[in-house]
């Protein structure tokens, strides 16, 4: 998979437009921002990182997460996404032009992925709930394999759940704290959701409050500790005003562990590492010209090895996309 593929490069400059316009917005809040301790361990050690956007991203002194601080108010977040000029475009256009790769190479793997992490560990297949299901498409792909009796979205952006009705799916037009379940649920599954959260811990706990016994939660966010993000740093495009929160596997792991759950599987898929660096360098937006080992995987040897790299990444729990999957006790 190419990042060309699911994100256009001129759609993706009219998104940066739109993007920085909603940032300009957020920031005309930033006098009525917060500080919190760690989202992922509370730890009140934490020393600054770097600077961004005007914003402070700090990184705790005991787990390693990096997190904005001080950060937009759950009110300031709500009125962000729904009024967001940058997600309304996704939702119109940029999802629309790519969705076919997106199905093919990221939405039907996930779908099979989650149906096979069920199967391994005998998990309960009655209701799946997708929260935060934007576009709807992993929730199509997992209805179509069949393996659920019900699959639900959740998705509190209006347009993204008009989006999701359309396309014939049961939606619940909240975030998850504010919906009402008269059913057990086997399966939650949040993509791309947690590093966006005020209080990631309070999200967990409330999917907790959901989930049938010995359930199960499937988590997917950026890792602060793979390979792009940690090369790049602030340069990464994985670090934005909406990412609040970016965990590693061993903070996210302690958190789950904090709220009742057992975290009995860890993943970093990602297929876009090497390729997210070495683009910066093409551009001229990253300096490797020193660095002379990545200048011989990225630049000098890239179609030999450039592939094998990644895979690299992916076995050896480095790459910048991670995944857990933890069940409650």
Not at 2 to 30: G, S, T
Not at 232 to 257: A, P, Q, R, V, W
């Amino acid at each position: 998979m190419k990042e060309e593929e699911i994100r256009p490069q001129e759609m993706k400059n009219k998104a940066n437009e739109l993007y920085l316009e909603d940032v300009n917005e957020l920031l005309k809040h930033k006098k009525d921002f917060v500080y919190v301790n760690c989202p992922a361990c509370n730890s009140d050690k934490y020393e600054k990182r770097f600077e961004k956007y005007t914003l402070n991203y700090v990184i705790c002194k005991d787990c390693e997460t990096t997190f904005i601080n001080p950060r937009p108010s759950p009110k300031i977040l709500e009125e962000f996404y729904k009024t967001s000029k940058n997600y309304e475009y996704w939702n119109k256009f940029i999802f629309p032009a790519s969705e076919h790769v997106r199905r093919e190479k990221i939405f039907k793997p996930r779908a099979e992925r989650i149906v096979e992490i069920c199967k391994n560990h005998n998990i309960k297949n009655d209701v799946i709930v997708d929260v935060g299901a934007g576009f709807g498409t992993f929730c199509q792909e997992i209805k179509k394999i069949g393996f659920f009796n019900r699959v639900i979205a959740v998705e509190p952006t209006p347009s993204l759940a008009e989006t999701c009705s359309k396309r014939g799916l049961e939606v619940i037009n909240k975030r998850i704290e504010e919906a009402k379940f008269d059913y057990d649920i086997d399966v939650i599954t949040s993509f791309e959701v947690i590093e966006h959260l005020f209080s990631p811990k309070d999200f967990i706990l409330d999917c907790k409050s959901v989930l049938s016994k010995n359930g199960i939660i499937v988590i997917t966010c950026p890792n602060i500790k793979g390979f792009d993000i940690s090369i790049l740093g602030e340069h990464s495009g994985s670090i934005d005003t909406e990412h609040l929160n970016y965990f590693n596997l061993d903070s996210l792991t302690k958190l789950f562990n904090s709220c009742g759950f057992e975290v009995i599987e860890k993943l970093t898929p990602g297929e876009l590492d090497a390729e997210l660096v070495r683009k910066k360098v093409m551009e001229g937006k990253f300096d490797i010209s020193y660095n002379y080992f990545l200048k011989q995987i990225l630049i000098d040897n890239w179609e030999h090895i450039g592939g094998e790299f990644q895979k690299f990444l992916q076995d050896n729990l480095l790459s910048s996309n991670l995944w857990i999957v933890a069940k409650k006790l």
